[in-house]
């Protein structure tokens, strides 16, 4: 992956992550309730994992955005990125402590 | 302009004098004289001008039903008016407020401030803009009449199923509020159109990604915001009208459909909604703040990260307005984890700000006053606003005054006050003249006591268990005293917009000669005259600051090479904004209104036929036909 495609992914990842687990968390306590599962929690951990891995590929490839705007674009993507990994480990503590068959 | 009017062509304005560029570009770009020529214009600061004026009438009309209902409420038992009245005035009341006003008003500004901001002549799609308008005006008005015709809708402006469906709600009452999100909705899509190619296709020589001014990011990101909600609403209010019109089954669980469809559809667009609304009110606050503290914002990469956190995130808390309809508790747990977490981007923004006014050197002219009063408001609405995102506070107070406290504390909080400062702000660019300190200092004061006095007792009455939309209370319950107190207040309250309309009308007559950039400002609109004319710049801005009109420069570099014999525009490139190539701008038309009074009547007329999509579709075709039809202008020309 060349640097421009990581810095894009950088920015994409993340809102992508957190998208999907909050759409999971509607249709996955369902599953989990009956199966006595752990799928949310799961899913939400891993999800935190992508939006982390976002941010962290922005930081790797940061030198090699020399432009200003590309710079800005990097440094969007990874604050940014960091809000939304924070957001996603919320709902994975939500999945942790709350019991799935709860209504 | 007529053939007979243009001069030779391909005449650039690099050959020419300024005084020669000036006369060629009015004639070009001007509006002809006339009723026909102001209803056929495109020129996007006249059609702004008319959305802001028709969106603030809306906001009278609006604040006259809620002193109504205050007039109602003020003693137990009043039958000052009756139960079916007050469901229509509760119902226009936010449904006006909503779609009539705060939405179209964002985008009015939009729709004035964009272009200027950017450095470009006029909008993209500009008939598509004044199309918009029209809409947007026959919408609003159908809703005004059907409550002159006491035919108003009733069932709240979310219009929730059951209550909205065919079997409790014969008529057409809500067919009317249905299709006026139609047309409200049409509108906004539009603009959000207009404005996304504009700031990405049309922006000034050098005016790269991170030298947009974060007004004019905090418009991108509500445009897309618009554009990715919009359609939830509208294929919501379609639905609604097949299933009371030809008997669909989409939200009738005994046919298979599912109520609970209609508030997740309503919700995914009614959350967002909230901060369409907000997120150009930070944009103001950012562009006017550096200048009543004379030094640049603090943290604008900050700032435009939180912008577009903000707008992302605000897709996924639509469920909190859910919390009390029996999802797993887990699901709903999501939605408080991401209703928590836009508190961050929140948190920027204020500390932002706060920074800025701390490093500054403030002067405390009334729009900041009216900052401040937003900056104090709006923490104390997202403060309550985290309270409600937690499923076990939500669930005592849901339904009841807590939460019309808060939401009004967060929407006129968060986006009426640095509305009104943006007037204060941008009125003398707009009109040439400036508006009263005085009078404007008196409207801040009046409002934001009024507002707190009316709204901050809410808070308790819903603590102390009264439900909202009640049109009388008896008088052994313990509201009496505080909804008396509440009534008054909101006398303050309508006070203070009387004395801020007074200034409008008085400013826009008699106030003192503005110039070109009264409070010394720092971005490109302040450098056209005042109010700039049809073709905005002389010659096309370059940028090479963030802060393009700083006082050290003398002159604002320029570039040269378009047409002047045609509306021409330069097209850059999205990122670094360098010039790609010379585009044509549509001329002035009629169709668009034709186009406009044609899809009404389509519209309209589907509230009682079906058919009407099909016959109605006709004149719409025509009307379109008409539009795009080239006309031999040199503005068809590629």
Same mark, same amino acid.
């Given at each position: 992956?060349?640097?421009?495609?990581?810095?894009?992914?950088?920015?994409?990842?993340?809102?992508?992550?957190?998208?999907?687990?909050?759409?999971?968390?509607?249709?996955?306590?369902?599953?989990?309730?009956?199966?006595?599962?752990?799928?949310?929690?799961?899913?939400?951990?891993?999800?935190?994992?992508?939006?982390?891995?976002?941010?962290?590929?922005?930081?790797?490839?940061?030198?090699?955005?020399?432009?200003?705007?590309?710079?800005?674009?990097?440094?969007?993507?990874?604050?940014?990125?960091?809000?939304?990994?924070?957001?996603?480990?919320?709902?994975?503590?939500?999945?942790?402590?709350?019991?799935?068959?709860?209504? | 302009?007529?053939?007979?009017?243009?001069?030779?062509?391909?005449?650039?304005?690099?050959?020419?004098?300024?005084?020669?560029?000036?006369?060629?570009?009015?004639?070009?770009?001007?509006?002809?004289?006339?009723?026909?020529?102001?209803?056929?214009?495109?020129?996007?600061?006249?059609?702004?001008?008319?959305?802001?004026?028709?969106?603030?009438?809306?906001?009278?009309?609006?604040?006259?039903?809620?002193?109504?209902?205050?007039?109602?409420?003020?003693?137990?038992?009043?039958?000052?008016?009756?139960?079916?009245?007050?469901?229509?005035?509760?119902?226009?009341?936010?449904?006006?407020?909503?779609?009539?006003?705060?939405?179209?008003?964002?985008?009015?500004?939009?729709?004035?401030?964009?272009?200027?901001?950017?450095?470009?002549? !006029?909008?993209?799609?500009?008939?598509?803009?004044?199309?918009?308008?029209?809409?947007?005006?026959?919408?609003?008005?159908?809703?005004?009449?059907?409550?002159?015709?006491?035919?108003?809708?009733?069932?709240?402006?979310?219009?929730?199923?059951?209550?909205?469906?065919?079997?409790?709600?014969?008529?057409?009452?809500?067919?009317?509020?249905?299709?006026?999100?139609?047309?409200?909705?049409?509108?906004?899509?539009?603009?959000?159109?207009?404005?996304?190619?504009?700031?990405?296709?049309?922006?000034?020589?050098?005016?790269?990604?991170?030298?947009?001014?974060?007004?004019?990011?905090?418009?991108?990101?509500?445009?897309?915001?618009?554009?990715?909600?919009?359609?939830?609403?509208?294929?919501?209010?379609?639905?609604?009208?097949?299933?009371?019109?030809?008997?669909?089954?989409?939200?009738?669980?005994?046919?298979?459909?599912?109520?609970?469809?209609?508030?997740?559809?309503?919700?995914?667009?009614?959350?967002?909604?909230?901060?369409?609304?907000?997120?150009?009110?930070?944009?103001?606050?950012?562009?006017?703040?550096?200048?009543?503290?004379?030094?640049?914002?603090?943290?604008?990469?900050?700032?435009?990260?939180?912008?577009?956190?903000?707008?992302?995130?605000?897709?996924?808390?639509?469920?909190?307005?859910?919390?009390?309809?029996?999802?797993?508790?887990?699901?709903?747990?999501?939605?408080?984890?991401?209703?928590?977490?836009?508190?961050?981007?929140?948190?920027?923004?204020?500390?932002?700000?706060?920074?800025?006014?701390?490093?500054?050197?403030?002067?405390?002219?009334?729009?900041?006053?009216?900052?401040?009063?937003?900056?104090?408001?709006?923490?104390?609405?997202?403060?309550?606003?985290?309270?409600?995102?937690?499923?076990?506070?939500?669930?005592?107070?849901?339904?009841?005054?807590?939460?019309?406290?808060?939401?009004?504390?967060?929407?006129?909080?968060?986006?009426?006050?640095?509305?009104?400062?943006?007037?204060?702000?941008?009125?003398?660019?707009?009109?040439?003249?400036?508006?009263?300190?005085?009078?404007?200092?008196?409207?801040?004061?009046?409002?934001?006591?009024?507002?707190?006095?009316?709204?901050?007792?809410?808070?308790?009455?819903?603590?102390?268990?009264?439900?909202?939309?009640?049109?009388?209370?008896?008088?052994?319950?313990?509201?009496?005293?505080?909804?008396?107190?509440?009534?008054?207040?909101?006398?303050?309250?309508?006070?203070?917009?009387?004395?801020?309309?007074?200034?409008?009308?008085?400013?826009?007559?008699?106030?003192?000669?503005?110039?070109? !950039?009264?409070?010394?400002?720092?971005?490109?609109?302040?450098?056209?005259?005042?109010?700039?004319?049809?073709?905005?710049?002389?010659?096309?801005?370059?940028?090479?600051?963030?802060?393009?009109?700083?006082?050290?420069?003398?002159?604002?570099?320029?570039?040269?090479?378009?047409?002047?014999?045609?509306?021409?525009?330069?097209?850059?490139?999205?990122?670094?904004?360098?010039?790609?190539?010379?585009?044509?701008?549509?001329?002035?038309?009629?169709?668009?209104?034709?186009?406009?009074?044609?899809?009404?009547?389509?519209?309209?007329?589907?509230?009682?036929?079906?058919?009407?999509?099909?016959?109605?579709?006709?004149?719409?075709?025509?009307?379109?036909?008409?539009?795009?039809?080239?006309?031999?202008?040199?503005?068809?020309?590629?």
């Amino acid at each position: 992956m060349n640097a421009k495609t990581a810095k894009y992914a950088g920015l994409v990842l993340p809102p992508c992550a957190w998208a999907l687990n909050t759409q999971l968390g509607q249709v996955l306590p369902y599953v989990d309730c009956r199966g006595e599962s752990w799928l949310a929690a799961a899913a939400s951990l891993a999800c935190t994992a992508v939006a982390a891995a976002g941010t962290v590929l922005i930081l790797l490839v940061w030198q090699a955005g020399r432009s200003r705007t590309g710079l800005f674009i990097s440094l969007i993507g990874c604050l940014s990125g960091a809000a939304f990994a924070f957001a996603i480990l919320q709902q994975a503590a939500a999945a942790i402590v709350i019991s799935a068959c709860e209504h | 302009m007529t053939g007979v009017d243009r001069i030779s062509p391909d005449v650039l304005d690099l050959d020419l004098q300024d005084a020669e560029v000036e006369r060629h570009l009015s004639r070009t770009w001007g509006t002809s004289p006339g009723f026909w020529g102001a209803i056929a214009t495109v020129d996007h600061k006249v059609i702004a001008r008319r959305y802001i004026a028709t969106a603030f009438v809306f906001l009278i009309l609006g604040g006259l039903l809620a002193l109504a209902m205050r007039l109602q409420l003020a003693r137990p038992e009043s039958r000052l008016i009756d139960p079916d009245r007050y469901n229509q005035i509760f119902t226009m009341h936010g449904t006006n407020m909503m779609f009539l006003f705060a939405v179209p008003v964002m985008g009015a500004m939009a729709i004035y401030l964009v272009p200027l901001m950017v450095g470009t002549r !006029n909008v993209a799609f500009p008939r598509l803009n004044a199309f918009s308008y029209w809409i947007f005006l026959i919408g609003g008005s159908l809703l005004w009449l059907s409550f002159a015709l006491d035919a108003a809708p009733d069932v709240g402006w979310f219009a929730y199923v059951p209550l909205s469906g065919p079997q409790y709600s014969p008529g057409k009452r809500t067919d009317l509020w249905a299709q006026m999100i139609t047309f409200t909705e049409v509108s906004a899509l539009a603009i959000a159109i207009e404005v996304v190619v504009t700031v990405f296709k049309q922006r000034a020589p050098g005016m790269s990604l991170d030298r947009i001014p974060v007004l004019v990011w905090a418009m991108v990101v509500m445009s897309f915001q618009v554009i990715m909600a919009m359609p939830s609403i509208m294929f919501a209010s379609t639905t609604l009208i097949l299933d009371r019109l030809v008997g669909t089954q989409f939200y009738n669980p005994a046919e298979g459909g599912d109520a609970l469809l209609w508030q997740h559809l309503f919700w995914f667009f009614g959350h967002p909604e909230v901060y369409i609304i907000f997120l150009p009110a930070v944009g103001m606050v950012s562009s006017m703040l550096p200048t009543f503290v004379g030094r640049p914002i603090f943290g604008y990469l900050a700032l435009v990260m939180a912008l577009i956190t903000t707008g992302i995130l605000s897709f996924g808390l639509w469920v909190h307005h859910m919390f009390v309809v029996g999802l797993p508790r887990m699901g709903e747990s999501f939605f408080t984890a991401s209703s928590m977490a836009i508190a961050v981007p929140a948190g920027i923004q204020i500390f932002c700000w706060l920074a800025t006014l701390w490093l500054g050197r403030p002067v405390f002219r009334v729009p900041l006053l009216f900052i401040i009063g937003f900056i104090v408001t709006f923490v104390m609405g997202g403060m309550t606003g985290v309270m409600v995102a937690s499923v076990p506070f939500d669930t005592q107070v849901h339904d009841t005054y807590f939460v019309v406290a808060h939401f009004h504390y967060v929407l006129v909080g968060g986006a009426v006050f640095p509305l009104l400062g943006a007037i204060y702000y941008w009125f003398p660019k707009m009109t040439g003249r400036m508006m009263s300190e005085t009078l404007g200092r008196w409207a801040f004061g009046l409002i934001f006591v009024g507002f707190h006095l009316t709204f901050f007792p809410m808070h308790i009455l819903g603590l102390q268990g009264m439900p909202r939309r009640i049109y009388t209370y008896q008088p052994e319950l313990p509201w009496s005293g505080l909804n008396l107190f509440i009534s008054i207040s909101s006398l303050i309250l309508a006070l203070g917009f009387l004395v801020f309309f007074v200034d409008v009308l008085r400013s826009w007559r008699h106030g003192l000669p503005a110039g070109p !950039n009264p409070w010394g400002a720092s971005t490109l609109e302040w450098a056209t005259p005042s109010p700039p004319p049809p073709y905005n710049f002389l010659r096309i801005p370059v940028v090479q600051d963030r802060n393009p009109l700083r006082p050290e420069d003398k002159e604002l570099p320029v570039a040269a090479g378009l047409r002047v014999d045609r509306r021409e525009l330069l097209v850059t490139s999205v990122v670094e904004a360098l010039p790609e190539a010379r585009e044509s701008s549509p001329q002035n038309s009629i169709w668009p209104f034709w186009a406009a009074l044609a899809t009404s009547f389509m519209l309209v007329w589907s509230i009682f036929s079906p058919w009407a999509v099909v016959w109605g579709a006709i004149p719409v075709a025509v009307a379109l036909i008409a539009w795009f039809w080239p006309k031999g202008t040199p503005e068809d020309e590629a």
